[in-house]
Antibody
Framework: EVQLVESGGGLVQPGGSLRLSCAAS????????MNWVRQAPGKGLEWVSY????????YYADSVKGRFTISRDNAKNSLYLQMNSLRAEDTAVYYC?????????????WGQGTLVTVSS | SYELTQPPSVSVSPGQTARITCSGD??????AYWYQQKPGQAPVLVIY???ERPSGIPERFSGSSSGTTVTLTISGVQAEDEADYYC???????????FGGGTKLTVL
């Protein structure tokens, strides 16, 4: 069974940093592209970042470019999101999501999310 | 930046057909995907590549595409289908994923 478990969320002050982790199990992690998607309280879904299976290709949404860094450790079956210079508008539940086996453009498996709150 | 446009809300009675649209300039070139999200839960993929249904998704869920608009159709709506629905696609280059703003489906 595919499992994605996020951790690392919490309360951080504006301008601060946080590192999110996503532990993957139940599939060959190194074979799949991964993404981070966030959802602000009461709002819709926002794609944040993408990383290829090898880690060689990375994309970011304009809203986080230059502040967030996605990475992965295929030996540890883990995905990461380093978030720097955090702003109030970064407050959201952050989901890690695996590309679907049906179509690489879609997100077939999601974790339950970890809440990041940016507030003084 | 590229945007996908969905109606904020759709309401139907049980047993009726619900149609949720999603519009975007790149949709003729890029596939669309649909997700269902219930309160407090992670999204679930219900349609991929415009009109394909993942295994385990009920047959009452279907998708279609016409020009710059894609449509999620739920036939014979049931109370359990009440949820937020999001379309997702990519910009014209295929690089950046984009979500629509979401549509709240209310079953009256």
């Amino acid at each position: 069974e595919v499992q994605l478990v996020e951790s690392g969320g919490g309360l951080v002050q504006p301008g601060g940093s946080l590192r999110l982790s996503c532990a993957a199990s139940g599939f060959t992690f190194s074979s799949y592209e991964m993404n981070w998607v966030r959802q602000a309280p009461g709002k819709g879904l926002e794609w944040v970042s993408y990383i290829s299976s090898s880690g060689s290709t990375i994309y970011y949404a304009d809203s986080v470019k230059g502040r967030f860094t996605i990475s992965r450790d295929n030996a540890k079956n883990s995905l990461y999101l380093q978030m720097n210079s955090l702003r109030a508008e970064d407050t959201a539940v952050y989901y890690c999501a695996r590309e679907s086996p049906y179509s690489s453009g879609s997100l077939g498996y999601w974790g339950q999310g970890t809440l990041v709150t940016v507030s003084s | 930046s590229y945007e996908l446009t969905q109606p904020p809300s759709v309401s139907v009675s049980p047993g009726q057909t619900a149609r949720i649209t999603c519009s975007g300039d790149a949709l003729p070139k890029q596939y669309a995907y649909w997700y269902q999200q219930k309160p407090g839960q992670a999204p679930v993929l219900v349609i991929y590549k415009d009109s394909e249904r993942p295994s385990g998704i009920p047959e009452r869920f279907s998708g279609s595409s016409s020009g710059t608009t894609v449509t999620l159709t739920i036939s014979g709506v049931q109370a359990e289908d009440e949820a937020d629905y999001y379309c997702q696609s990519a910009d014209s280059s295929g690089t950046y994923k984009v979500f629509g703003g979401g549509t709240k489906l209310t079953v009256l």
